[in-house]
């Protein structure tokens, strides 16, 4: 086993062949003698004496020659091992630039770092593409999204109708009945027909020549409706009253009304009259916050008119410009409501004999010829001397605002096509004409 050890210390890293190799010194020789000895069980009293130093040509434990003046002693029965040889010359790489990124550096070293799926060096990402900037649609372009349906629906059943046709009786009968059932209403229909009956009959038609003409004749309905909504600002306030049916978005238009408004440098109060529901006055309030305008509310259930009340005095004493109640949104058949609207026209009526100076009715564009009947009732009993068409984004009854302007030939201030602040614009009748008509502004 000793001799196994001396050998192995010896012979390390010698991986040249026997040739090249050179002899061994006496010592070793000796040395492997007193191994064999121990190995066979034979023991001497003497102790081993140290042999002499290793001859520098002894090859060192890295496989070279020894380094100059090492050398190898032996203590007991193993022999010391050399000195460590001297560290290989250092030779620095050249600093890498700071904005080299690791990935970089890794195919520099040739030692690309392979990430995780899900990761990615910053050089391997793809360059962000550019956001698309946002294009405002105009006013008309909203207002043609709104009334799509009602423009699809009845464009696509005269184009159907006038298809390699002429005009004779029964066409012109038949596209009447179909302008009745688009809600456009029995007097706009007879005005379309009779126009289209002196310009083309007997002759070929298409449902192109009728959209024309419709839009035209609907023009002429709609343009003495088409007025501004006058403030008569030597009123301090100017009392503006909005009526009108459950869902109809009574609150959401005043809020809309007062964006305009205190936009223009005027002083808004917002009144809640709406005492019957929680979130109407909640929401009237959000309202006057986003808009910069004053608010004044009561408790739920209280008495709407005393509202009123309070809030004119209150306006009056701010030097308010324009004062907007909300009242509770109340069927048309329903009395006892009905009544109490009446009592709030009385009691404004009393602080200033031309208050509420406009009553404004919102319409629910969806509701049809209903909302016709609607019209009649608040003007009876609120006095309603102006309208406001909501709703008509997603609706094919658009054409009822057309039948009602023909009929009570009230004005028509706004209408809405959406719940966004910016959806509600000044009524335009060649706008809406050519909106319903499916024709470009």
Do not use: C
Not at 78 to 83: G, R
Not at 154 to 171: N, P
Not at 201 to 215: H, L, P, Q
Not at 247 to 259: N, R, V, Y
């Amino acid at each position: 086993m000793a001799l196994g050890f001396i050998k192995k210390v010896f012979t390390f890293g010698k991986d040249k062949p026997a040739a090249d190799q050179p002899a061994e010194s006496e010592a070793f020789a000796s040395l492997v003698d007193d191994a064999e000895r121990i190995d066979a069980g034979e023991t001497t009293e003497a102790p081993l004496e140290a042999a002499d130093p290793v001859a520098p040509e002894v090859m060192d434990m890295a496989g070279g020659p020894a380094a100059d003046g090492a050398e190898t002693e032996l203590v007991g029965d193993i022999a010391a091992l050399p000195n460590e040889p001297e560290a290989e010359e250092f030779h620095p790489q050249p600093e890498q630039p700071a904005d080299v990124t690791h990935g970089e550096l890794a195919q520099d070293a040739d030692n690309a770092v392979t990430l995780p799926k899900g990761f990615a060096t910053a050089a391997s990402l793809p360059e962000p593409e550019a956001e698309t900037p946002t294009v405002k649609l105009s006013w008309f372009q909203r207002l043609r999204q709104g009334l799509a349906r009602t423009s699809s629906q009845l464009t696509g059943q005269i184009a159907a109708l006038f298809t390699k046709r002429k005009l004779d009786e029964d066409t012109l009968e038949e596209l009447e009945d179909l302008l009745i059932q688009a809600d456009l209403g029995v007097e706009t229909a007879m005005r379309v027909t009779g126009t289209l009956s002196s310009e083309r009959y007997g002759k070929d038609v298409t449902g192109e020549d009728v959209s024309r003409i419709m839009a035209a004749e609907i023009t002429k309905v709609l343009k003495p409706v088409a007025k501004p909504l006058a403030l008569d600002l030597s009123h301090k306030p100017h009392v503006i009253l909005v009526v009108g049916v459950n869902g109809t978005g009574k609150t959401t238009t005043i809020g809309k009304l007062a964006a305009k408004l205190s936009g223009s440098g005027l002083k808004v109060m917002l009144a809640a009259g709406d005492t019957f529901r929680a979130a109407a006055i909640e929401q009237l309030k959000i309202w006057a916050d986003r808009t910069g305008s004053t608010f004044l509310g009561t408790k739920l259930g209280a008495d709407a008119a005393g509202l009123a009340y309070d809030a004119f005095e209150k306006a009056r004493a701010d030097k308010a410009d324009v004062l907007i109640i909300d009242t509770a949104g109340r069927l048309q058949n329903k009395t006892e409501l009905m009544a109490e609207l009446e009592k709030i026209v009385r009691v404004l009526g009393k602080l200033d004999p031309d208050a509420p100076h406009t009553v404004l009715q919102t319409l629910d564009a969806t509701t049809g010829q209903n909302a016709m009947n609607q019209v009649e009732i608040f003007r009876n009993i609120a006095g309603v001397n102006g309208l406001i068409m909501t709703k008509l984004d997603g609706t094919a009854r658009g054409g009822i605002l057309v039948a009602i302007a023909a009929k009570h030939k009230l004005p028509v201030y706004f209408i809405g096509v959406g719940e966004g602040i910016d959806d509600l614009e000044p009524f335009e009748a060649e706008d809406f004409a050519n909106a319903i008509a499916g024709l470009p502004h």
